[in-house]
């Protein structure tokens, strides 16, 4: 039986509030151990079967389609004692599971693109999507042992980032770092919002 | 298996694992009647309003109305039935269609507002 962070609360529930958090990023590169390190539940996973829009642009051929059926959506879950709940989803970011992400992104504060130094590459998707979608987010570096460490300038060039993208440096196992990693994130966020409200009280007067 | 047999129940736990396939339960429906939407952070709560004569629960209604008796979000409720989040999205689409269940939006603006931000801020850095 998993705990239900609103069982102490009134039944109405009317003095809850919800949030969450997007951790995306490449396969293995560490959004659940990310997730894990500061949630107060062990990361929950729930299946969603592959609707016929992912289906179609997946190589289903031959015996691996059967591997192709479901994805799998990790949550995990902090309680603030002013009866806010933020939840953290970490989702696969191939471009085929984007439907998910549409659903994930709304109303999301933003999102933590994670990146490992040796598959640069694979957090691609995940940029171009949240860039489209106008979803705020960050670039966490999740610094493996034994990979190469890179100055966040460098990171920067190689994931072609606008100057204003913060990069930290973080180690997805440890609390304290992943506490970081959010606290930078919904500063950035709180400073984007009232950035572009300052732009757009310029533009309508 | 008959969904309105109340024994049906049992054969759908955990360890069982799926005995049929998921969208079978809801008929093969994949969106909520109604045009309700259940957001996945979105808190949902029984209304403690009866069953009418026209609606028959199904068991997995049933026990999705059990885990509404106190407010849970739709994600929650997700991982604790154990079946797919579009599967339970059209279960509390007719739950709410009842007028069994309430939703509790999440917000209504597509983007946090700054109290929002705040709140989620100043909980982070007291961690």
Redesign the interface.
């Known amino acids: ?2 705990l ?4 102490d ?1 009134p ?4 003095m ?6 997007l951790v995306a990023g490449g396969f293995g590169v560490g959004k659940t151990t990310l997730v894990g390190s ?1 949630s107060e539940i062990r990361p ?6 592959l ?1 016929d829009r992912s289906v179609g642009v997946d190589d289903t051929h031959g015996v691996r389609a059967k591997s192709t059926t ?1 994805v799998a959506m990790d ?1 995990g ?2 309680s ?3 009866k ?4 953290l ?1 970490g989702t696969p970011g191939q471009e085929r599971f984007w439907f998910m992400w549409d ?2 992104a ?4 933003g999102a933590v693109v994670m990146a490992d130094t040796r598959r640069v590459a694979d957090c691609f998707a995940s940029i171009d999507y949240f860039e489209r979608n106008g979803t705020p987010f960050i670039i966490a570096v999740n610094c493996f042992d034994g990979a190469p460490r890179f100055e966040p300038h460098d990171i920067r060039i190689a994931l072609t980032l606008g100057p204003e993208v913060p990069i930290v440096l973080c180690d997805a196992r440890e ?1 304290d770092s992943v ?1 970081n990693v ?2 930078s994130l ?2 950035y ?2 400073s984007t ?2 950035r572009s409200r300052a732009t757009s009280a310029l533009n309508y007067p | 298996m008959n969904s309105r047999d109340g024994d049906a129940e049992r054969w759908l736990d955990r360890e069982a694992g799926p005995v049929v396939r ?2 079978a339960v809801t008929k093969g429906r ?1 969106l909520p009647s109604g045009g309700a939407w259940f ?5 949902v ?1 029984q209304t403690g309003e009866r069953t009418s004569q026209d609606f028959r629960l199904g068991p997995e209604h049933r026990w999705i109305l059990s ?1 509404c008796r ?4 739709v ?2 409720l ?3 039935v ?1 079946l ?3 599967v339970v999205r059209v279960l509390l689409g007719d739950l709410s269609d009842a007028g069994m269940v309430r939703i ?1 939006p ?2 209504e ?4 507002d ?1 109290r ?12």
């Open positions: 039986m998993v239900n962070p609103f069982d609360g039944v109405d529930g009317g809850q509030s919800t949030a969450k958090i500061i929950l996973r729930t299946e969603e079967p609707s479901t949550f879950r902090i603030f004692p002013s806010l709940v933020l939840y989803f659903d994930l709304i109303g999301a504060v609390r506490k959010l606290v919904v500063r966020v709180m919002r009232n | 998921p969208y994949t957001g996945l952070i979105d808190i709560v885990l106190r407010p849970i979000t994600v929650d997700t991982s604790e154990d797919p989040v579009g509790i999440a917000q603006e597509p983007e946090p700054q929002l931000l705040r709140m989620v801020l100043d909980g982070l850095e007291s961690l």
